[in-house]
């Protein structure tokens, strides 16, 4: 092998050297300063925030990607709305009863069309719920069960008279 082949394929190692350590540290900074914040099921990235009263808004690389409302003035969100590409509106989330979680849901399509709603109700909400459920389960199981006896109580009493009359 020649100086000068011998020469290019230093420089060719070298230049595969700094360009790794370019892409490295390119990558490296696209990753250092980004935040996240999971918001009903879903992981939020952002490098900027910014609060105006009670509205927060949070940037990723200048594109508005959440922004939230503290409707009660408890210090803590109330409503989410997370956008696709800095405008188009993705998803909605509320907390009506101010506990904390979100319990109402709306997803959109990229026309602003609601594609699937959905309520979450508290462990207390479904329990009531459910005892209205079974309590309506057995009056109607009543309701059925006086039935039965009436119409048995019909026939019995038929028979009865049909024997007189004979």
Do not use: C
Not at 41 to 49: E, F, K, L, P
């Amino acid at each position: 092998m020649s100086q000068n082949a011998r020469r290019i394929r230093k420089m060719d190692k070298r230049l595969i050297f700094i360009i790794v350590v370019l892409i490295s540290a390119v990558s490296i900074s696209s990753v250092i300063g980004v935040d996240k914040i999971k918001i009903g099921g879903q992981t939020i990235r952002y490098d900027n925030v910014s609060t105006y009263g009670n509205m927060t808004s949070y940037y990723l690389n200048d594109s508005l990607v959440l922004s939230t409302f503290d409707n009660n003035g408890d210090g803590k969100a109330d409503q989410w709305f997370i956008y696709g590409d800095g405008f188009t509106l993705q998803s909605a989330m509320q907390d009506s009863d101010y506990n904390g979680g979100a319990d109402y849901f709306v997803a959109y399509n990229p026309t602003g069309d609601v594609i699937s709603e959905r309520v979450s109700k508290s462990f207390f909400e479904n329990l009531w719920d459910a005892k209205f459920y079974i309590a309506g389960v057995i009056v109607l199981a009543l309701i059925v069960f006086l039935l039965f006896k009436l119409s048995k109580r019909h026939k019995h009493h038929k028979k009865k008279q049909e024997k007189k009359e004979k």
